[in-house]
C-alpha cells in the first residue's frame, strides 16, 4: 500500500497488535454486539487512553446509562475517571427519562450542535456514541434512522476528530436489530464484541470483521477484564524473542539440583506433574522457600485453598513460608476457579506479577483454570502464560494433576508439558506392600539430568531424596530401601572389624620382622667385624709368606717365571671336551 | 433567542394558571419547524392567553440546552405549573401533548 492508512492506538493491550495499529484515524468504527458483550468498556477505555497517554480530550454520549451509573461503573478499573471526568473528558448524558412524552418524529441537530460547543470548548478529539440504538428506536421508522445516522456521520466528517466510535447492539451478522445493517456499510471499521456461555461460563470474544483500506489479524480472539480494564488475548509474535539465561537458581534442595545437573535455568518453565498427593505442593514450596531464602522476590498462586492453610500445611514438612510472606517477599495469591474463565485467570496472574515483580512464581496448580469455561481457551492460556513468564525472566514451576499414573499419560489435559524445560514427574511405586513417592526427571532442556527414578522422602525436615538402592534392575524405596540401608550398615560395621583385625595382625607381623631384622642385623655387623678381622689376619698372612717366598727365591737365587707353568687353563678346557665327546 | 410572548386573554376561562413552556428548535430543521406550528395550534386551541412560550434555537444557544437537559430537537419543557414535563418530537401526537402539559380536552 502507497499510502497506509493512519492509524490511532487505542492503547488496548491486544487490539491495536489485531487491527495493526488501532482504529482508523479521522474515521469512525462500530462495536456491534449482544449486551454485556464489552462495547462500551472498550469504547470508554479507548478513551481514558487517549487522554492518559496522548492528552487528548474527549466526548462520551451515554444513550444507554446514566453518566453517574456509567462512572460509577467504571471507577472499579484503575483509569481514575471519576477525575478525568472533571476536566478531559466530557459525558453527555443523552439516556432519555422514562417520564419523556413522545410526539412524533424528532432528529439529532440540536444534540450535534451541544456536541459541537462542547467539543470547541474542551479540545476534544475523540467521541464516542454508546449505545445509539436506544435512541434511534424511539423513532420508528427506518427511513429516519437512518437519516439520523448520516447526520452523524456528516457532522464527524466536518467536526476534525482523531477517531469516532459508535456502539450498537446487534448480534454476531447484524440482523437482530434488523434496522442498523447499513450502520456496517457507513463506517469505516466493524468490530464484532460476543459474550457466550461455554460450560457455564461466560466467555468474551472479539472479532474485527471490516476494517477498510487496512489489514488486520482476521479470526476470534478472547477477551478478558481485569482491574486495568479489557484486555485482548492477541496471538503471540510468531517469532519468540526470548534469551536463554545460563544462570541456575536452584529447584529448593541440593539432591534435586544435582538430579538437574546443577539447578534450574532463570527463566525456565518446570512443570511436575502427579496424582494427588505425590507431594507436587510440597516441591512447589520448597522452590519457593529457597527463592525467598536467596532474597527473591517470589509469587505463589494456589486456587481453592487458602494460602494460609497452604502456608500451614508446608510447615509440617519443614517449609517456612509465613516469615518470608510477612516481610513481604513472598506473596500468597489464592484464586477460585469456579465460574471464572482461563482469560480471566491470566488477567489476574498479569496484575499479579505487574504488582509484585517477582523473580520466581509457583502456580499449583495451573490445571485448576482448565476446570471451568473450556479446555481450548485453558491451554491457550497456559502457553500464554508460560510465555509470558519467560518474557519477564520468571523462573516459573507449575504443577499440573493427571489422572492415572502412567507416563504415557503425563501429558495433561493442558499440553503444557511440550512448552515446559523441564519436566519433573511424581508417582507412587507400589511394591512390597507400600506405597512409595517417586521422582522422575522427564526432561530438562539444555542441561544433563539424572535418568534415575528417585524415592522422595518427606520429614520434618523438608522433602529430601534418598539415597539410591538398586536392587534386581530397580530402585529400592521405603522399607525395601531401608532394609538395603540397614543391610549395608551392618556390611559395613563387619568390613570395617574384619579390616581392624587385619591391620593388627600385619602390625604385628610387622614388628615381628623389624625385630628380627634387628638380630640380623646385629649379626651381620658381628660377622662383618669378624670378616674384617679374619682378612686382616691374613693379608698379614700372605704378605708375611710372600716376604719369605722372597726371602727364599733370594737366598737360592731361582728364577720367578716357573711359578706361570701350570696356568694354562685353555688348553686343559679343550681336552675335558674332548674327552666329553669320545664318550 | 427568538421568544414569543402571547398576552392572557380576555375571553378565556379564568380559572385556568398561566402554563409556562420553553419550545428548544434546530433553527429551520422539517421537525423544529413542524413543532413550532404543532405547538401554536394547540396553545390556540387549548390554551388562549394562558401560556407563556420561549423558543430557543439550540444551533445559536448549544450550552443553554445541555445546561436545560436538552438532547434532541425539538423538544418541549413544561415549566410550570408543576408537574413539570418533556415532550420529544415534532408534536404532531397532539393527544400525547396535550395529556402531558395537563390539559384536559
Known amino acids: ?583 | 433567542m427568538r421568544a414569543k410572548k402571547a398576552k392572557s386573554s380576555r375571553s378565556g376561562p379564568a380559572v385556568t394558571a398561566v402554563v409556562v413552556m420553553r419550545l428548544y428548535i434546530a433553527d429551520a430543521a422539517p421537525n423544529s419547524i413542524k413543532a413550532i406550528a404543532n405547538l401554536e395550534a394547540i396553545c390556540k386551541e387549548h390554551l388562549p392567553g394562558a401560556f407563556k412560550l420561549e423558543i430557543i434555537d439550540v444551533l445559536e444557544f448549544p450550552l443553554r440546552a445541555l445546561a436545560d437537559g436538552i438532547l434532541v430537537t425539538p423538544s418541549l419543557a413544561k415549566v410550570s405549573p408543576s408537574p413539570a414535563a418533556k415532550i420529544i418530537g415534532n408534536l404532531s401526537d397532539r393527544s400525547n401533548v396535550l395529556h402531558a402539559l395537563g390539559i384536559k380536552v
Not at chain 1, 436506544?134 to 437519516?147: D, F
Not at chain 1, 517417586?438 to 532442556?445: D, F
Not at chain 1, 539430568?449 to 539415597?467: K, T
Not at chain 1, 540401608?485 to 556390611?491: D, F, I, L, V
Open chain 1, 1 to 583: 500500500m502507497a499510502h497506509p492508512l493512519p492509524k490511532i492506538p487505542t492503547g488496548i493491550s491486544g487490539f491495536d497488535e489485531l487491527s495493526h495499529g488501532g482504529l482508523p484515524q479521522h474515521r469512525t468504527t462500530l462495536l456491534k454486539g449482544g449486551p454485556g458483550s464489552g462495547k462500551t468498556v472498550f469504547a470508554l477505555q479507548s478513551l481514558v487512553n487517549a487522554v492518559r497517554k496522548r492528552q487528548e480530550p474527549g466526548i462520551f454520549v451515554a444513550f444507554e446509562e446514566s453518566t453517574s451509573q456509567l462512572i460509577a461503573n467504571a471507577s472499579s478499573f484503575d483509569w481514575g475517571l471519576p477525575a478525568l471526568a472533571k476536566n478531559k473528558l466530557f459525558f453527555l448524558d443523552a439516556k432519555l427519562s422514562p417520564e419523556v412524552v413522545q410526539s412524533g418524529e424528532f432528529d439529532l441537530s440540536g444534540m450535534l450542535a451541544i456536541l459541537k460547543a462542547k467539543k470547541e470548548e474542551i479540545g476534544a478529539k475523540w467521541i464516542v456514541f454508546d449505545g445509539i440504538d436506544v435512541l434511534l428506536t424511539l423513532l420508528q421508522n427506518p427511513v429516519a434512522e437512518m437519516r439520523e445516522i448520516y447526520r452523524i456521520r456528516d457532522w464527524l466528517a466536518e467536526n476534525d476528530v482523531s477517531a469516532a466510535i459508535i456502539t450498537a447492539k446487534m448480534d454476531g451478522d447484524g440482523s437482530g436489530i434488523v434496522n442498523y445493517g447499513f450502520l456496517q456499510f457507513m463506517v469505516d471499521c466493524v468490530i464484532r464484541f460476543e459474550r457466550r456461555l461455554e460450560h457455564g461460563v461466560a466467555l468474551h470474544r472479539i472479532e474485527i470483521t471490516k476494517y477498510r483500506g487496512s489489514d488486520f489479524v482476521a479470526g476470534e480472539y478472547p477477551v478478558s477484564f481485569g482491574p486495568s480494564g479489557l484486555e485482548v488475548g492477541a496471538p503471540e509474535p510468531a517469532e519468540i524473542r526470548q534469551i536463554a539465561s545460563g544462570e541456575r537458581a536452584s529447584a529448593g534442595f541440593e539432591r534435586l539440583d544435582t538430579m538437574l545437573g546443577g539447578g534450574l535455568f532463570r527463566g525456565s518453565s518446570t512443570l511436575i506433574t502427579g496424582v494427588p498427593g505425590t507431594s507436587k505442593t510440597t516441591l512447589a514450596g520448597k522452590f519457593a522457600e529457597a527463592a525467598c531464602r536467596r532474597g527473591e522476590r517470589t509469587l505463589f498462586v494456589s486456587f481453592d485453598e487458602s494460602a494460609d492453610r497452604i502456608a500451614r500445611n508446608l510447615t509440617s514438612v519443614g517449609i517456612q513460608l509465613k516469615k518470608h510472606i510477612k516481610s513481604g517477599l513472598l506473596r500468597m495469591y489464592s484464586g477460585r476457579t469456579e465460574s471464572i474463565g482461563a482469560e480471566d485467570h491470566l488477567l489476574k496472574l498479569k496484575a499479579l506479577i505487574r504488582e509484585h515483580h517477582p523473580r520466581c512464581m509457583v502456580i499449583d496448580p495451573i490445571s485448576a483454570i482448565a476446570k471451568t469455561g473450556g479446555l481450548a481457551a485453558a491451554r491457550a492460556v497456559a502457553n500464554r502464560f508460560i510465555y509470558l513468564a519467560k518474557d519477564e525472566k520468571i523462573t516459573v514451576m507449575v504443577t499440573a494433576i493427571n489422572e492415572g499414573d502412567e507416563p504415557e499419560n503425563e501429558a495433561t489435559d493442558l499440553q503444557i508439558s511440550t512448552i515446559a524445560d523441564t519436566w519433573i514427574h511424581l508417582s507412587y511405586l507400589i511394591r512390597s506392600g507400600e506405597r512409595n513417592r517417586a521422582l522422575t526427571i522427564i526432561k530438562s532442556r539444555g542441561t544433563w539430568h539424572s535418568n534415575q527414578v528417585r524415592e522422595l522422602v518427606l520429614s520434618n525436615a523438608g522433602p529430601m531424596l534418598a539415597d539410591v538402592y538398586t536392587a534386581g534392575g530397580e530402585v529400592l524405596m521405603g522399607t525395601l530401601r531401608w532394609e538395603k540401608e540397614n543391610e549395608e550398615r551392618a556390611k559395613t560395621t563387619h568390613r570395617r572389624a574384619e579390616f581392624d583385625h587385619k591391620r593388627g595382625e600385619l602390625q604385628a607381623a610387622e614388628t615381628d620382622t623389624q625385630v628380627r631384622i634387628k638380630a640380623l642385623q646385629q649379626d651381620l655387623a658381628r660377622q662383618r667385624a669378624e670378616l674384617a678381622m679374619y682378612s686382616s689376619d691374613n693379608q698379614a698372612r700372605i704378605v708375611s709368606s710372600s716376604d719369605r717366598e722372597k726371602e727364599l727365591r733370594r737366598i737360592r737365587s731361582a728364577d720367578p717365571a716357573g711359578r706361570a707353568s701350570g696356568s694354562s687353563g685353555n688348553s686343559g678346557k679343550r681336552n675335558q671336551k674332548g674327552a666329553r665327546d669320545a664318550r
